[in-house]
Nanobody, 120 residues
């Protein structure tokens, strides 16, 4: 069983930055999802196993940066210029695929989520 755990969430003001961390005991391609109150969970960003191919949702493009370190099984999400609409529970997820994975149903392993709240 692969264990996935996020950290780094918190309460910040609009315009601030925050960095999310995820440690995974296995898996290959990984992604960050988020779910805001009353909304469906959505893919925010994803990266392939090597770390060379990435995806960003239009709403975060240019503000968020995903990166990973296979040496220590870490995944990061640097979030800059945060907006109130970025408020959500952020989930880290891992797949058994090596390529960039955009479909939520292909993610097998999930963390419990970390709350990010951006006040305006």
């Amino acid at each position: 069983q692969v264990h996935v755990e996020e950290s780094g969430g918190g309460l910040v003001q609009a315009g601030d930055s925050l960095r999310l961390f995820c440690t995974a005991s296995g898996g290959y391609a990984m992604g960050w999802f988020r779910q805001a109150p009353g909304k469906e969970r959505e893919l925010v960003s994803a990266v392939d196993w090597i770390g060379s191919n990435t995806y960003y949702a239009d709403s975060v493009k240019g503000r968020f940066t995903i990166s990973k370190s296979n040496n220590n099984n870490m995944l990061y999400l640097q979030m800059n210029s945060l907006k109130s609409e970025d408020t959500a529970v952020y989930y880290c997820a891992a797949t058994t695929k090596s390529g960039l994975t955009l479909s939520e149903d292909r993610y097998t392993y999930w963390g419990r989520g970390t709350q990010v709240t951006v006040s305006s």
